[in-house]
């Protein structure tokens, strides 16, 4: 359940430089699952969805979460065309080690947006929420996503394999990104 003073995640929107995002409709549904393919989803535990309905089902679970205060589920566009470039989020927003979790379609890698809109969201939740540290899990081989939670501070907190649904088996690595100091937060 929500805390009675944290924001509303369906109104949430953060805008960077050359980002906008917004909460996760069923708007995106299909754009989703277009570019959530092999491709993306190489260092990841789930592989592409098979079909527009499990996008659906999965954008109805989170607008839950979203609903309830429990998972800050947002979608990346481009500011100035408002061109989807993919997702970012917060898992467990409300406990003391949040999961912040993003993917960017193919052709927007390596724009540094990946990088944008997780400072972006991470300067949120350091406005908005109370946490210890917030984790970032990455597959160790997946050099380029490494670099995210390295830039905004994260240090390996540990380490584990994970099979994935499709038998597959990741090497992930989770970054500990400590809250700011008491005195730093600006509530």
């Known amino acids: 359940m929500a805390a ?3 924001p509303n ?8 430089e050359r980002l906008k995002l917004v909460p996760l409709s069923m708007q995106w549904k299909m754009d989703c699952f277009r570019e959530f393919n ?15 309905s499990v996008v659906e089902e999965n954008i109805k679970k989170s607008l839950d979460e979203l609903k ?15 061109e989807f470039l993919g997702r970012v989020g917060i898992e467990e927003s409300n406990t003391r080690h949040p999961e912040i979790g993003l993917w960017l379609k193919k052709s927007a890698h390596g724009k540094g947006y990946g990088r944008e809109a997780a400072a972006a969201v991470k ?6 929420m109370d946490y210890e ?5 990455v597959d160790r081989d997946n050099i380029q996503s490494r670099k995210i939670p390295e830039l905004l501070g994260g240090k390996v907190h540990e380490s584990y394999d994970k099979k994935t649904n499709d038998g597959r ?19």
Do not use: C
């Open 9 to 16: 995640f369906l109104a949430v929107e953060i805008e960077t």
């Open 123 to 128: 300067q949120w939740a350091d406005e908005q």
């Open 38 to 52: 092999a491709d993306i989803t190489t260092y990841m535990q789930w592989g592409p969805p098979k079909d527009p």
């Open 68 to 82: 309830n205060g429990v998972g800050l589920h947002l979608v990346i566009l481009k500011k100035d065309t408002d």
């Open 169 to 187: 088996t990741l090497h992930t690595v989770v970054y500990r990104i400590d809250a700011p100091t008491h005195g730093q937060r600006s509530h």
């Open 4 to 6: 009675p003073d944290r």
């Open 133 to 137: 540290y917030i984790v970032y899990p």
